[in-house]
């Protein structure tokens, strides 16, 4: 059993930055990790993930950077150029083992945070 505990999130001006951790409780390098978010009356989307390969959704290229420090156990999310529609709960996801395999569904991951809210105001 994995737990993922999520933290970072807050209220930020449209433009702005924020970088959410997951911290976890077992070896990060082992697993493919993912970020998902929920918006209030949406599904939970993939954002991106890490496994040997890195992977974003469109509309956050360029802007969002998924990392990990394999010492720290940690996943990380840099979040800039931040805006409105990225207002949500985003979540700390991982699979029991790593590939480099893009993995975009919710079911396709075991473990799951309890997410931290991000909120961006314009």
């Known amino acids: 059993q994995v737990q993922l505990v999520e933290s970072g999130g807050g209220l930020v001006q449209a433009g702005g930055s924020l970088r959410l951790s997951c911290a976890t409780s077992g070896h990060i390098s082992v697993h493919t990790m993912g970020w998902f978010r929920q918006a209030p009356g949406k599904e939970r989307e993939f954002v991106a993930s890490m496994g040997w390969t890195t992977y974003y959704t469109d509309s956050v290229k360029g802007r969002f950077t998924i990392s990990r420090d394999n010492a720290e156990n940690t996943l990380y999310l840099q979040m800039n150029s931040l805006k409105p529609e990225d207002t949500a709960v985003y979540y700390c996801?991982?699979?029991?083992?790593?590939?480099?395999?893009?993995?975009?569904?919710?079911?396709?991951?075991?473990?799951w945070g309890q997410g931290t809210r991000v909120t961006v105001s314009s």
């Open positions: 996801a991982a699979r029991r083992t790593i590939s480099s395999t893009r993995y975009i569904i919710p079911s396709d991951y075991d473990y």
